[in-house]
């Protein structure tokens, strides 16, 4: 049982990466709208500006802090920044990530797409997380809210450069939580079936359950509120595939084969 209680926005600010579309504008948005004062980062500093102005009106407010989370200098600078104008950041999720689509055809490997994955997926996390981190544990309160996927659990058609940065994720929540414990730092990790945003725009095959950003947002908030570990959904779908995980490989195969139609 967590004994400590849910944060609030009377703790500190709230910070999201990759917040200029899909999930993190959407959480944005929402914990806006819970009172939050939150600041925002992506690269695209229009798209943040775009949403700055949409939070104005709401009972918190949306501040602009444009970022590339491959940069740890400059992830540093930004947390940073966040502390000295808006306050303690109390509650930080890092959500900034791509899905680069891999298929194998024609006997070509392209190094690039798991490279630019781990980079952005995993080290941009790490990236984000180290200086919130250390800052949260010397003050010894705070949540850290790592977003991954339902591609984490077990290997899927197409997410060869994608989902050993999720999986990666998933072990990194759990190894950082035992530390995080002792200094009185929550932990959550995000494992999200499909949700409709540009990074599933493209996929060339039904999405089983896809979701909306908002509910996916809301979904991700009552997690953080419940202070669960593991934030995952749609429940059907996520089970679903963890059931999947637990059989031995020669059922796992030839049944995710048939479920996603892979020849
Ligand atoms: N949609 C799904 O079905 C689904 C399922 C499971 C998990 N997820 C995870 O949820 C998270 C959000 O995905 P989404 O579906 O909302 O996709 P999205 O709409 O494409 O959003 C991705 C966000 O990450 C930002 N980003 C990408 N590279 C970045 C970089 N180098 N530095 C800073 N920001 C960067 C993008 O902004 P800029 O391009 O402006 O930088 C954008 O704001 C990702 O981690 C994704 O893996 C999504």
Not at 9 to 25: F, K, L, N, Y
Not at 174 to 182: A, H, P, R
Not at 185 to 191: G, L
Request: some cysteine; overall charge positive.
């Amino acid at each position: 049982m967590n004994r400590l209680a849910a944060l609030t926005p009377g703790d500190g600010c709230a910070w999201v990466t990759g917040a200029s579309s899909g999930i993190g504008r959407a959480v944005a948005l929402a914990l806006a709208q819970q009172g939050w004062r939150v600041a925002v980062s992506a690269r695209g500093a229009a798209e943040l500006g775009t949403l700055v102005a949409e939070a104005v009106g709401l009972a918190g407010s949306i501040h602009s802090y444009p970022l590339d989370v491959t940069d740890p200098e400059r992830a540093a600078q930004v947390c940073e920044a966040i502390w000295g104008d808006l306050g303690p950041i109390a509650l930080s999720i890092f959500n900034a990530g791509v899905y680069l689509p891999v298929e194998l055809t024609g006997g070509a490997f392209d190094r690039q797409p798991f490279a630019t994955s781990m980079q952005i997926n995993y080290l941009g996390v790490v990236n984000c997380l180290a200086p919130v981190a250390s800052r949260q544990m010397a003050r010894g309160s705070g949540h850290l809210v790592i977003v991954s996927s339902v591609t984490g659990y077990g290997g899927l058609p197409r997410a060869a450069a994608y989902g050993p940065t999720k999986a990666a994720l998933i072990n990194l929540a759990e190894c950082l939580k035992f530390d995080l414990d002792k200094a009185g730092v929550r932990i959550s990790i995000v494992c999200p079936g499909f949700v409709d945003t540009p990074a599933t725009a493209g996929n060339p095959f039904p999405m089983p359950f896809l979701m909306p950003a908002g509910l996916a947002a809301q979904r991700i908030l009552a997690g953080i509120h419940r202070q669960d570990f593991e934030i995952t959904f749609p429940r059907r779908f996520t089970f679903m595939l963890k059931f999947l995980n637990l059989l031995p490989y020669a059922l796992y195969f030839p049944l995710v084969k048939r479920i996603t139609g892979w020849r």
